[in-house]
Protein backbone atom coordinates (compact mmCIF):
# COMPACT_ATOMS: atom_id res chain seq x y z
CA UNK A 1 0.00 0.00 0.00
CA UNK A 2 2.74 2.27 0.68
CA UNK A 3 4.13 2.02 -2.88
CA UNK A 4 1.02 2.67 -3.84
CA UNK A 5 0.80 5.94 -2.02
CA UNK A 6 4.66 7.12 -2.73
CA UNK A 7 3.07 6.31 -6.61
CA UNK A 8 0.59 8.57 -6.45
CA UNK A 9 2.40 11.48 -5.02
CA UNK A 10 5.13 11.01 -7.77
CA UNK A 11 2.63 10.82 -10.56
CA UNK A 12 0.65 13.81 -9.40
CA UNK A 13 3.99 16.02 -8.84
CA UNK A 14 4.91 15.09 -12.73
CA UNK A 15 1.81 15.80 -14.06
CA UNK A 16 1.23 19.65 -12.03
CA UNK A 17 4.66 20.00 -13.61
CA UNK A 18 3.88 18.66 -17.14
CA UNK A 19 0.38 20.37 -17.09
CA UNK A 20 1.69 24.12 -15.33
CA UNK A 21 -1.73 25.53 -15.60
CA UNK A 22 -3.07 25.42 -12.56
CA UNK A 23 -6.26 25.16 -12.84
CA UNK A 24 -8.89 22.90 -11.31
CA UNK A 25 -9.80 20.72 -14.52
CA UNK A 26 -6.55 19.94 -15.05
CA UNK A 27 -5.89 18.73 -11.35
CA UNK A 28 -8.77 16.49 -10.90
CA UNK A 29 -7.66 15.14 -14.11
CA UNK A 30 -4.21 14.93 -12.51
CA UNK A 31 -5.59 13.16 -9.17
CA UNK A 32 -7.58 10.35 -11.16
CA UNK A 33 -4.75 9.32 -13.88
CA UNK A 34 -2.14 9.50 -11.27
CA UNK A 35 -4.66 7.12 -8.74
CA UNK A 36 -5.43 4.54 -11.78
CA UNK A 37 -1.90 4.41 -12.65
CA UNK A 38 -0.94 3.99 -9.03
CA UNK A 39 -3.59 1.26 -8.23
CA UNK A 40 -2.51 -0.72 -11.63
CA UNK A 41 1.10 -0.58 -11.42
CA UNK A 42 1.93 -0.13 -7.35
CA UNK A 43 2.98 -3.87 -6.87
CA UNK A 44 6.12 -3.18 -9.15
CA UNK A 45 7.10 -0.11 -8.00
CA UNK A 46 9.44 0.07 -5.39
CA UNK A 47 9.75 -3.09 -2.91
CA UNK A 48 11.26 -1.05 -0.31
CA UNK A 49 9.91 2.62 0.16
CA UNK A 50 11.49 3.52 3.34
CA UNK A 51 14.65 4.53 0.90
CA UNK A 52 12.87 6.65 -0.98
CA UNK A 53 12.81 8.97 2.61
CA UNK A 54 16.37 9.69 2.77
CA UNK A 55 17.23 13.48 0.78
CA UNK A 56 20.56 11.71 -0.45
CA UNK A 57 19.28 9.41 -2.68
CA UNK A 58 17.81 12.55 -4.31
CA UNK A 59 20.79 14.04 -4.35
CA UNK A 60 22.70 11.67 -5.78
CA UNK A 61 19.63 11.14 -8.55
CA UNK A 62 19.94 14.55 -9.51
CA UNK A 63 23.89 13.90 -10.10
CA UNK A 64 23.14 11.40 -12.30
CA UNK A 65 20.67 13.11 -14.72
CA UNK A 66 23.94 15.18 -15.83
CA UNK A 67 26.27 11.93 -15.96
CA UNK A 68 23.71 10.54 -17.88
CA UNK A 69 23.34 12.57 -20.35
CA UNK A 70 26.95 13.44 -20.82
CA UNK A 71 27.45 9.76 -21.67
CA UNK A 72 24.53 9.79 -24.21
CA UNK A 73 26.12 13.32 -26.32
CA UNK A 74 29.02 11.42 -26.12
CA UNK A 75 27.30 7.99 -27.45
CA UNK A 76 25.55 9.84 -29.98
CA UNK A 77 28.65 11.39 -31.59
CA UNK A 78 30.41 8.18 -31.73
CA UNK A 79 27.84 6.72 -33.06
CA UNK A 80 27.14 9.82 -35.72
CA UNK A 81 31.26 9.34 -36.79
CA UNK A 82 30.84 5.50 -37.56
CA UNK A 83 27.63 6.38 -39.50
CA UNK A 84 29.13 8.53 -41.57
CA UNK A 85 32.82 7.27 -41.63
CA UNK A 86 33.00 5.63 -45.61
CA UNK A 87 34.39 2.68 -44.22
CA UNK A 88 31.57 2.45 -41.52
CA UNK A 89 34.43 1.31 -38.25
CA UNK A 90 31.94 -1.07 -36.81
CA UNK A 91 32.63 -4.79 -34.51
CA UNK A 92 29.76 -5.19 -33.10
CA UNK A 93 29.23 -8.38 -31.09
CA UNK A 94 27.10 -9.39 -27.49
CA UNK A 95 29.52 -9.19 -24.61
CA UNK A 96 29.02 -10.34 -20.85
CA UNK A 97 29.57 -7.75 -18.24
CA UNK A 98 28.97 -7.97 -14.36
CA UNK A 99 27.35 -6.04 -11.86
CA UNK A 100 26.73 -5.90 -8.15
CA UNK A 101 23.74 -4.53 -8.30
CA UNK A 102 20.83 -7.08 -6.52
CA UNK A 103 17.37 -5.25 -6.65
CA UNK A 104 14.82 -4.99 -9.36
CA UNK A 105 14.97 -1.43 -9.59
CA UNK A 106 18.21 -0.35 -9.44
CA UNK A 107 18.90 -3.10 -12.12
CA UNK A 108 16.00 -1.69 -14.79
CA UNK A 109 17.46 1.86 -14.24
CA UNK A 110 21.34 0.07 -15.00
CA UNK A 111 19.66 -2.35 -18.31
CA UNK A 112 18.00 1.20 -19.34
CA UNK A 113 20.47 3.53 -18.95
CA UNK A 114 23.19 1.18 -20.95
CA UNK A 115 19.87 0.48 -24.01
CA UNK A 116 19.20 3.99 -23.71
CA UNK A 117 22.55 5.16 -24.46
CA UNK A 118 23.57 4.78 -28.33
CA UNK A 119 26.04 2.23 -29.32
CA UNK A 120 24.92 -0.06 -27.08
CA UNK A 121 21.53 -2.76 -26.11
CA UNK A 122 20.96 -4.60 -22.98
CA UNK A 123 20.05 -7.73 -24.52
CA UNK A 124 19.41 -10.02 -21.53
CA UNK A 125 19.67 -9.69 -17.20
CA UNK A 126 20.76 -12.63 -15.23
CA UNK A 127 19.73 -11.76 -11.71
CA UNK A 128 21.39 -14.37 -10.17
CA UNK A 129 24.81 -14.46 -11.30
CA UNK A 130 24.88 -10.74 -11.46
CA UNK A 131 25.45 -10.53 -15.63
CA UNK A 132 24.22 -8.44 -18.28
CA UNK A 133 24.45 -9.17 -21.73
CA UNK A 134 24.69 -6.18 -23.82
CA UNK A 135 25.35 -5.75 -27.71
CA UNK A 136 27.40 -3.30 -28.08
CA UNK A 137 28.31 -1.91 -31.69
CA UNK A 138 32.03 -1.35 -30.99
CA UNK A 139 33.24 -4.41 -29.03
CA UNK A 140 36.56 -3.31 -27.45
CA UNK A 141 37.21 -6.05 -25.14
CA UNK A 142 35.36 -9.68 -24.76
CA UNK A 143 36.78 -9.75 -21.46
CA UNK A 144 34.14 -9.17 -18.75
CA UNK A 145 35.98 -6.99 -16.17
CA UNK A 146 37.49 -4.68 -19.32
CA UNK A 147 34.12 -4.48 -20.95
CA UNK A 148 32.32 -4.02 -17.24
CA UNK A 149 34.65 -1.52 -16.90
CA UNK A 150 34.09 0.49 -20.48
CA UNK A 151 29.85 0.11 -20.51
CA UNK A 152 28.70 -0.69 -16.52
CA UNK A 153 31.07 1.03 -14.01
CA UNK A 154 30.05 4.46 -14.74
CA UNK A 155 26.23 4.19 -14.40
CA UNK A 156 26.55 1.41 -11.73
CA UNK A 157 28.23 3.04 -9.03
CA UNK A 158 25.81 6.20 -8.70
CA UNK A 159 22.92 3.68 -9.19
CA UNK A 160 24.09 1.70 -6.10
CA UNK A 161 23.89 4.85 -3.96
CA UNK A 162 20.58 5.44 -5.32
CA UNK A 163 18.62 2.33 -5.08
CA UNK A 164 20.54 -0.06 -2.62
CA UNK A 165 23.32 1.78 -0.06
Not at 20 to 42: E, L, N
Not at 47 to 63: D, E, I
Not at 110 to 117: A, D, V
Amino acid sequence: MASRIILFILGFIAWALLNWVPDWQHMVIGIFVSAFVAYMTGDFFVKRTHLLTHPRRYLWFLYYVPVFIWECLKANIDVAYRVIHPDLPIHPGIVKVKTSLRSDVALTFLSNSITLTPGTLTVDVDKEKGFLYVHWIEVRHKDVEKATKIVVERFENILKRIFEE
